[in-house]
């Protein structure tokens, strides 16, 4: 899925090149700082669950095993990267074109 990601940015990215100059290069900054900032904030996010799951350990550590502790934070991880997983995958979808909203009067 992440392929899928980074496929439609490359497309977005081909879109824009036939785009006139001016548009081209403002749409063209605009998604390079869209990625750096994702960059960024994947890095720092990152670094956040690292700190996370450090402090979880010592703090479990004192009440169970380790290797308890191993298997219990190796879950939660996990369970956060397949949610983020499927959020994302929900966000890559596109709507299909020709249908419109009901006019409400």
């Known amino acids: 899925m992440a392929a899928k990601g980074l ?3 490359v497309i977005g990215l081909l879109s824009l090149l036939e785009a006139e100059g001016l548009v081209f290069r403002v749409n063209a900054l605009r998604l390079a700082r869209a990625i750096v900032l994702q960059i ?3 890095i720092f ?31 939660i ?6 949610a983020l997983f ?19 009067d």
């Open 7 to 9: 496929a439609e940015i």
């Open 40 to 42: 960024i904030a994947f």
């Open 45 to 75: 996010g990152a670094a956040a669950l690292a700190f996370f799951v450090a402090a979880a350990y010592k703090w479990l550590a004192t009440v169970v095993s380790p290797p308890l502790v191993f298997c219990a934070l190796g879950a």
């Open 77 to 82: 991880c996990a369970a956060v990267f397949f």
């Open 86 to 104: 499927w959020s994302s995958s929900l966000w890559t979808k596109t709507k299909k074109p020709g249908r419109k909203a009901p006019k409400s």
